[in-house]
């Protein structure tokens, strides 16, 4: 992990399209202004981890009702 200290008012580049910048500090606790492409998705961690467990849970849900349909015979006309 890169570490990197800055002030204030200060920048960090990600890539040609990413900056993040320092807009607050106080106390423990540090605001970040964020400039990205509107295709590059940012989350803070927990929305993300969340967003994550939902896909888990779909991709999940879908392959199990794929297996119940394998299991059930088709109706005889």
Same mark, same amino acid.
């Given at each position: 992990?890169? %570490?990197?200290?800055?002030?204030? =008012?200060?920048?960090?580049m990600?890539?040609? =399209? %990413?900056?993040?910048?320092?807009?607050?500090?106080?106390? =423990?606790?540090?605001?970040?202004?964020?400039?990205?492409?509107?295709?590059?998705?940012?989350?803070?961690?927990?929305?993300? =981890?969340?967003?994550?467990?939902?896909?888990?849970?779909?991709?999940?849900?879908?392959?199990?009702?794929?297996?119940?349909?394998k299991?059930?015979?088709?109706?005889?006309?």
């Amino acid at each position: 992990m890169l %570490v990197l200290s800055r002030q204030r =008012d200060e920048s960090i580049m990600i890539g040609d =399209d %990413v900056e993040i910048t320092i807009v607050d500090v106080r106390g =423990d606790k540090v605001r970040l202004g964020i400039n990205a492409p509107k295709h590059i998705p940012v989350h803070r961690r927990e929305i993300y =981890d969340a967003i994550q467990k939902e896909k888990a849970e779909k991709a999940q849900g879908g392959t199990e009702v794929k297996e119940a349909e394998k299991n059930v015979s088709p109706k005889e006309s």
